[in-house]
């Protein structure tokens, strides 16, 4: 790869500037798709020959560009270019026959349908079965015409049979010379017309290489068009097998030129970034010594170290962007304090903000607990709090006389002020908007951010779609933790799990009991969570239970939630609204029902709110039958796995990162082409590579940037 003089990165300003300052939403922004009704321009339609009707079909799949349409590849191929004899014909592979028609019939049993018979000499008769069929199709197909069938063969009522195959006259009809591409479409878009449109865009889409030749001979890569020429048009030599696998040449080449671009514009981001400037809080350590003395327990040595990286990156004179992840119960909070600490200390304010009121009333009341000792005040400001008391709050954080705030989503209303706000700590951030986290931050210029997360990143996503973030990991719990027994239990054994939730609580202790819905749903067959507070009520009739769902209101929820931490109530049935943040040690008890409708992430979330105490804990996982197969993964991971990083890692594999990442909240597709767990190799590449491109070879970068940001599935969207 030849150096260019080393220029500085002032070329690629112009990108730079696109890319959003906020990890997380500079994250969303390069992965979101485009929101807006994007349409194909009359010049594209013009250019590629597209009639106004198919063009109202593709943009229905999203490809608006002869780019986007180079980039739609086939779903599978069916092999046209050889004439398998009928008696050679293999059973449920799609092959191609041809032969004369000897009968043909309407039938009536035990429907109304087209049964054609043809015959090519080896010996052997194939049935070809229509159930919609018009007229043409009979004279198509009138006896004595010879015709060529595509289609998969079964064994059928009248013998081997193929249902609705795609049929063309025999005679004048030459064979094709590469494998046929079937691809993704909608109603009214038929194969036919796709693939002349994609012929087209391949013939005038400028396919040259963004990458020199010496890299790609030192990555044994093919030249990009000759790769995507071969996907959507492969020679006969190629079995499918060989294109589905995703190990093809042309695959490697498609899946690394997409996860260079993500690297490149994740190394950007990171760049803007680092150039940017805010306050150094550094802090004295007077308020962060005073509460280490006076906190009942030692930090871990995880924690330590975790509390050094963030003061280390708040002492410098850019902003931290910083991800915080930590297992269940592995002490993320006390680590928030700590850092909110330095900023106070620096002169500056802190916001914590969670998505929920019950999470955010735990932060709070541990705050409380923390810093009001030291002479601290922490103003708590949320929806559902009245008028007067959310004013006070908002003069107090206007005027500087409070240094933090705790609280929801009003934490960025815009009606709220802070003097000096120089930390922002978002926990659980993904749940949250985009516009959300961008107007807590914009309330501070160029504030610090401590992001929080109980979902273990895997290796492979923080090697990817977490590149552009420094992200610390407390890896250790704090001592004295047992050890949570999972039970996995068939729903005919409920009256079983009752008496066990009567033992537990006669012994003083305390039971969660969850349920995933709230209202009847015929559909899903789910038991509510106010018709099981009823069954157990009737069960066991010496206990107090509450019930907290998300249709109660934050006053509601509070109070029955301070009931249960009190001790007052036995056992707390409730909805997944208690999935994060409670912190209950005397609950010894995790029953979730349905458990089979939950995702490992939610199981794993509800498994760590028990034990948390010195008692045994356990979890039992209620299912009913019949499971799906996907049911079954996801119930043995969780049997078997205790380590959040272990879980999430599985879950990545059965879900994917668009779906691990919560796709259809957050906005983020899965990768188009390539699968961080199999192309690991190529991702290690392209992390490697990124690099040495932005420092030697920045024309390079911005036409690969250029090529991929602007495709439909652009990191930018924006």
Known sequence: MGKLSNPPVQCLQGRLNVLSDDPFLHFQLKYAPLKDKAMMTPETQKQLKITDVSAKKLD??????????????????????????????????????????????????PRKQLIVQIADGSGSVLFLRFIHFYASHQKQMAAGKRIRAVGEIKHGFYGDEMIHPKIRDAEGSGLAESLTPIYPTVNGLNQPTLRRIIQTALDVTPLHDTLPDALLGRLKLPHLAESLRLLHSPPPSFTIHQLSDGTLPAWQRLKFDELLAQQLSMRLARQKRVSGTAAALGGDGTLTQALRHALPFALTDAQERVVSEIRRDMAQTHP??????????????????????????????????????????????????WLEPLGLEVVWLSG?????AKDEAKAKLADGTVKIAVGTHALFSDDVEFQNLGLVIVDEQHRFGVAQRLALKNKGRDVHQLMMSATPIPRTLAMSFFADLDVSVIDELPPGRTPIKTRLVNNVRRAEVEGFVLNICRKGQQAYWVCPLIEESETLQLQTATETLEQLQAALPELNIG?????????????????????????????TVIEVGVDVPNAALMVIEHAERMGLAQLHQLRGRVGRGAAESVCVLLFAEPLSELAKARLKVIYEHTDGFEIARQDLNIRGPGEFLGARQSGVP??????????????????????????????????????????REGYLGV
């Open 60 to 109: 229905k799949l999203n490809l608006h560009t002869a780019w986007d349409l180079v980039l739609h590849l086939p779903l599978r191929y069916e092999d046209e270019t050889h004439i398998m004899p009928i008696k050679d014909a293999p059973i449920g592979v799609p092959c191609q026959v041809e032969g004369e028609v000897i009968h043909q019939e309407v039938t009536f049993k």
């Open 547 to 575: 019930l907290v769902h998300g249709r109660m209101k934050a006053a509601e929820k509070a109070e029955v939630m301070a009931q249960f931490a009190a001790g007052r109530l036995n056992v707390l049935v409730a909805t």
């Open 320 to 369: 931290m962007h910083r991800l915080l992840q930590g297992d269940v119960g592995s002490g993320k909070t006390i680590v928030a304090a700590l850092s909110a600490l330095t900023a106070i200390e620096s002169g500056a304010q802190a916001a914590v903000m969670a998505p929920t009121e019950i999470l955010a009333e735990q932060h709070f009341i541990k705050f409380k607990q």
């Open 670 to 711: 899965m990768l188009r082409f390539a699968n961080l767990e199999e192309d690991l190799h190529l991702l290690e590449q392209a992390r490697e590579i990124a690099p040495l491109l932005i420092e030697q070879n920045p024309e390079i970068v911005e036409a690969h940037l250029a090529r991929w940001l602007a495709s």
């Open 384 to 388: 559902s709090q009245r008028k007067k």
